[in-house]
């Protein structure tokens, strides 16, 4: 009798444990996720924002997408001011759904980064990096465009049209407008590794998410000045994004 109770229990938790897969599964395509790994159920808590700033403020919703994306920030010498001036970046974004919350997802950042600038490495696509930390899948692209609000500016675009299940879906993007930043909090020194941000979305070029943020930064920054007339430089970085 105890054994039998015992079986009906087991295969009571089997059925249970399916039909909770089967639910993940079907939220997953509802969502497009391209990885299997359903983020729904993680909590908020993989984003460690400072608790003493208030410019970036943590949503109370699971992500959408955790990525790490690692590319370049490029920056153009201002003759007047002899300093460096962001004209944008461009980064390769790989799904993260599957380590979040894992010791894995709090070293990536760093891992990534030292393969992205290992000699060893060369001329290594930043498309390679992934598959060197363990998270090889490709979500998609961030890049910039000329501004669809503002005529003369740009605006931070995270495009995964072109790669995983969302491909052919021409609206899967977003367009960010910044709203927040604050310095790369220590260990991580603010002169060399860039700002850690908050990006709403821009209304009608949202359909991916409706707010992004870049944390867990590691590299990016240019040197502090610039010669006049000094060709434009790419810096090498790595961060996290989160799209909401
Ligand atoms: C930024 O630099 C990368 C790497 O050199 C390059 O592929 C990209 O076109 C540059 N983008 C801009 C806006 O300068
Ligand atoms: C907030 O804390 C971070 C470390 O988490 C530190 O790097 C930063 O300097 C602090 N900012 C202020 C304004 O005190």
Redesign the pocket.
Known sequence: MVQLTALVALSLNALLASSASLAARKDSKTHGVTCGCDLKKSTTVSMHLPTNQTALVQPTTPPRYVAIGV????Y?CNSATSTFAS????ATLFDLSCIEGKSDFETIAQRSYNVWISPAEGHAKADVVGAKVGTPSILGYH??INSPTTAGA?NAKWDFTSTGSHKGDATAFVVGAKVGNIPAPAPADPKVTVDWLMLNGIPGFDALASQVFRVDTVGGQPPASCAAGAA?I?VKYVAKYFLY
């Open positions: 590319g370049y920030q490029n153009t004209i944008g970046a461009v890049y910039f740009i434009p790419q």
